[in-house]
Nanobody
Framework: QVQLVESGGGSVQAGGFLRLSCAASGKIFSISAMGWYRQAPGKQRELVAELPTAGTTNYGDSAKGRFTISRDNAKNAVYLQMNSLKPEDTAVYFC????????????????WGQGTQVTVSS
């Protein structure tokens, strides 16, 4: 089984920063893309940023210029540095990973973390 665990959420004032972390564990053969999504109350889940193993990083419009995604492939981890936070960034942030696990080595499955709350006050 593969698990993703996020950490680093919390409450911050507008203009502040947070760094989210997400680590994947389990019987992982390889991970291709890793990314972050968020979901605010009453809204659909939206892309924040995604980072493939190779290729171009993709940021959602809300993250461009303020957020930075990075990976540590040796640790199967992905990070999200969030600067200049705004109240509208308040949401539950989820990480995901496209994984080949030993139990399904010929198939890539997308796994999700349980989410971490980010609250930005004005």
């Amino acid at each position: 089984q593969v698990q993703l665990v996020e950490s680093g959420g919390g409450s911050v004032q507008a203009g502040g920063f947070l760094r989210l972390s997400c680590a994947a564990s389990g019987k992982i053969f390889s991970i291709s893309a890793m990314g972050w999504y968020r979901q605010a109350p009453g809204k659909q889940r939206e892309l924040v940023a995604e980072l493939p193993t190779a290729g171009t990083t993709n940021y959602g419009d809300s993250a461009k210029g303020r957020f930075t995604i990075s990976r540590d492939n040796a640790k199967n981890a992905v990070y999200l540095q969030m600067n200049s936070l705004k109240p509208e960034d308040t949401a539950v942030y989820f990480c995901n990973a496209d994984v080949r696990a030993w139990s399904h080595i010929t198939t890539i499955k997308t796994y999700w973390g349980q989410g971490t709350q980010v609250t930005v006050s004005s």
